[in-house]
Each structure stands twice: as C-alpha cells, then as structure tokens.
Nanobody
Framework: EVQLVESGGGLVQAGGSLRLSCAASGFTPDDYAIGWFRQAPGKEREGISCIGSTRATRVYYADSMKGRFTASSDAAKNTVYLQMDSLEPEDTAVYYC??????????????????????WGRGTQVTVSS
C-alpha cells in the first residue's frame, strides 16, 4: 500500500528555515507526481509545489511560494524535500505531501490544486513565531 510520511516540522522563529521531508513507499516512483500542500486552521488548503516524481528535477510552484520555498528529490531515498526559507508567522500550518498518478490529462495542469490526489500523508506541523 502507498505510504507517505512527512517529517521535519517544528517551531521556528520568523526569518528562519526548515526542511521538510516526504518519504514515499509502496509504488513505482515514476508513476506518481508528488505535491506539497499546507493548511492552517480555518483556511483553505493551499498548494506549494509539485514535482513529477521522486526522481524528477522539474518543479512547479505556486506563485506565492516561489523564491522562498524550494522542492527537490532524492531518487535513492524515494523522498521529496521542501526547503523553506525566510519563514513568516503566516506560514504556520500543517504541511502535507500527496501523490497522484501521472496521467497526462492531469499532470501538470492540476498538480497544485490539491484536488483528486490519490494519497496523502498525515502532515507535519510548522509553527513560526514572531
């Protein structure tokens, strides 16, 4: 069964950095795109980034995230990372990774929308203090 496990969250001061990890297992890596999302209480889920697979290098970013957040992958570990820099209190949220089969009608057009992803991790809390 497909499993996604996020890690790396925690408490950080404004202006600081964190690197989140999403370890994937249970599926052929090239068959799934991996997205990063976040959701704060009372707010809509927000897309951050999308990468074609844990072996890919091309990344799509939400406009608001580009420049501060950087996604990357490690093929050997079947893991996708999210480097977060210059964090602000508004970045406080639960951060999730998700996987979606790389159907040509879906990827990359909808990979930042958060809709119809096949699998989700349980999330990792990021709290940014001012």
């Amino acid at each position: 069964e497909v499993q996604l496990v996020e890690s790396g969250g925690g408490l950080v001061q404004a202006g600081g950095s964190l690197r989140l990890s999403c370890a994937a297992s249970g599926f052929t890596p090239d068959d799934y795109a991996i997205g990063w999302f976040r959701q704060a209480p009372g707010k809509e889920r927000e897309g951050i980034s999308c990468i074609g697979s844990t072996r890919a290098t091309r990344v799509y970013y939400a406009d608001s995230m580009k420049g501060r957040f950087t996604a990357s992958s490690d093929a050997a570990k079947n893991t996708v990372y999210l480097q977060m820099d210059s964090l602000e209190p508004e970045d406080t949220a639960v951060y999730y990774c998700a996987a979606h089969r790389r159907d040509s009608s879906w990827y990359p057009f909808y990979c930042l929308s958060g809709d119809e992803y096949d699998y989700w991790g349980r999330g990792t809390q990021v709290t940014v203090s001012s």
